[in-house]
T-cell receptor, first 114, second 111 residues
Framework: KAGVTQTPRYLIKTRGQQVTLSCSPI?????VSWYQQTPGQGLQFLFE???????NKGNFPGRFSGRQFSNSRSEMNVSTLELGDSALYLC?????????????FGPGTRLLVL | DQQVKQNSPSLSVQEGRISILNCDYT??????FLWYKKYPAEGPTFLIS?????DKNEDGRFTVFLNKSAKHLSLHIVPSQPGDSAVYFC??????????FGTGTSLTVIP
């Protein structure tokens, strides 16, 4: 089975712009979660989608949003970018939702905000 | 508020010796714990997990210990190999909820 794929792998934006990141889960997986990784903060949970519905949401401002399509692919959008949004954004897929199933991570999208 | 904490940002161990990575959590509702390993430029990969009904789970060179009363889990790697050099994240979850990750410990195994 192909793993989780994320596009693009690297991105450079300037403050105030918006960005959309894409994640294709492992075939058959219906849950997609998004995380932000910054030095010293570990992986911070953004949100989880299951069957096109947001199931859980972390403590991030409304500038961070996401959606999931019927084929389970997911997109994450960040509007009005700030310097502090520079991070590695990881998505993870899982067969089911509910927190008791191993998540499989993609390689991440490295976002740099100038 | 960090519900899962890894207080050691880095650890160096000689090849062949034991590596012990520690993780503490604050939420007693957590009932499932995992360890992930992450190499640079790659996403984290699942290593080993443990349910709260157990206090030990072993998989080859990797053993995870869970002490619920102390809200503490640890990952033991025996014997350590240079290829084990990576960042290790612990994560915790409870039914119907999200995963909470620690900040990671960078392990260096010295040949």
């Amino acid at each position: 089975k192909a793993g989780v794929t994320q596009t693009p792998r690297y991105l450079i934006k300037t403050r105030g712009q918006q960005v959309t990141l894409s994640c294709s889960p492992i075939s058959g997986h219906r849950s997609v979660s998004w995380y932000q990784q910054t030095p010293g903060q570990g992986l911070q949970f953004l949100f989880e989608y299951f069957s096109e519905t947001q199931r859980n949401k972390g403590n991030f401002p409304g500038r961070f949003s996401g959606r999931q399509f019927s084929n389970s692919r997911s997109e994450m959008n960040v509007s009005t970018l700030e310097l502090g949004d520079s991070a590695l954004y990881l998505c993870a897929s899982s067969p089911v939702t509910g927190g008791l199933e191993t998540q499989y991570f993609g390689p991440g999208t490295r976002l740099l905000v100038l | 508020d960090q519900q899962v904490k890894q207080n050691s940002p880095s650890l160096s161990v000689q090849e062949g010796r034991i590596s012990i990575l520690n993780c503490d959590y604050t939420n007693s509702m957590f009932d499932y714990f995992l360890w992930y390993k992450k190499y640079p430029a790659e996403g984290p990969t699942f290593l080993i997990s443990i349910s709260s009904i157990k206090d030990k789970n072993e998989d080859g060179r990797f053993t995870v210990f869970l002490n619920k009363s102390a809200k503490h889990l640890s990952l033991h790697i025996v014997p350590s190999q240079p290829g084990d050099s990576a960042v290790y994240f612990c994560a915790a979850s409870f039914t119907g909820n999200q995963f909470y990750f620690g900040t990671g410990t960078s392990l260096t195994v010295i040949p």
